[in-house]
T-cell receptor
Framework: EDQVTQSPEALRLQEGESSSLNCSYTVSGLRGLFWYRQDPGKGPEFLFT???AGEEKEKERLKATLTKKESFLHITAPKPEDSATYLC???????????FGKGTTLSVSS | DVKVTQSSRYLVKRTGEKVFLECVQDMDHENMFWYRQDPGLGLRLIYF???????EKGDIPEGYSVSREKKERFSLILESASTNQTSMYLC?????????FGNGTRLTVT
């Protein structure tokens, strides 16, 4: 069964304190790994797509990396506005529908 | 930018009512999806559609049906609402890029 597991469930950081979020997956024939950000009361907003091991993508203070079994979302010197829930997802075997992890809720305090 | 619009942000319905959740996308996307999101359970796929009048069951279709009469519109129907269908409902569409979400409908069934 295809699965996506994210850890930790929740992460509290001080402003400027760098850290990483983990997304591990079990799916054969990976056809992309997707990262989303979700603010309270809103729909998920697309951040990155990674397709192959070793690939990296960056956007402001966020960098996503991919290995054969997991992906990391590195947050460098976070600010309070980075507080959100971060979701990762992979396409399931059946086709185009994404399977989501349960997310990591990040809180950054000043 | 892709725009996915869900007609209601908040809905309160009574047990047994028939409920319609509407979603419209403006990018001529073939694929559309309905997810529900619950604390501790993450996003779970209810139904998806890859073309007009076509539909496929997702992981939790029980108690729901869908309608796609026009390419831009995908409706989720709760035939007889129950309290365990209280949730955040998210619509998404997919073209050649990443999945794009609407801002969700928070449904409360009392």
């Amino acid at each position: 069964e295809d699965q996506v597991t994210q850890s930790p469930e929740a992460l509290r950081l001080q402003e400027g304190e760098s850290s990483s979020l983990n997304c591990s997956y079990t799916v054969s024939g990976l056809r992309g790994l997707f990262w989303y950000r979700q603010d309270p009361g809103k729909g998920p907003e697309f951040l990155f797509t990674l397709y192959s091991a070793g690939e990296e993508k960056e956007k402001e203070r966020l960098k996503a990396t991919l290995t054969k079994k997991e992906s990391f979302l590195h947050i460098t010197a976070p600010k309070p506005e980075d507080s959100a829930t971060y979701l990762c997802a992979v396409p399931g075997q059946a086709g185009t529908a994404l399977i989501f992890g349960k997310g990591t809720t990040l809180s950054v305090s000043s | 930018d892709v725009k996915v619009t869900q007609s209601s942000r908040y809905l309160v319905k009574r047990t047994g009512e028939k409920v319609f959740l509407e979603c419209v996308q403006d990018m001529d996307h073939e694929n559309m999806f309905w997810y529900r999101q619950d604390p501790g359970l993450g996003l779970r796929l209810i139904y998806f559609s890859y073309d007009v009048k076509m539909k496929e069951k997702g992981d939790i279709p029980e108690g729901y049906s869908v309608s796609r009469e026009k390419k831009e519109r995908f409706s989720l129907i709760l035939e007889s609402a129950s309290t365990n269908q209280t949730s955040m409902y998210l619509c998404a569409s997919l073209g050649g890029g990443p999945l794009h979400f609407g801002n969700g409908t928070r449904l409360t069934v009392t």
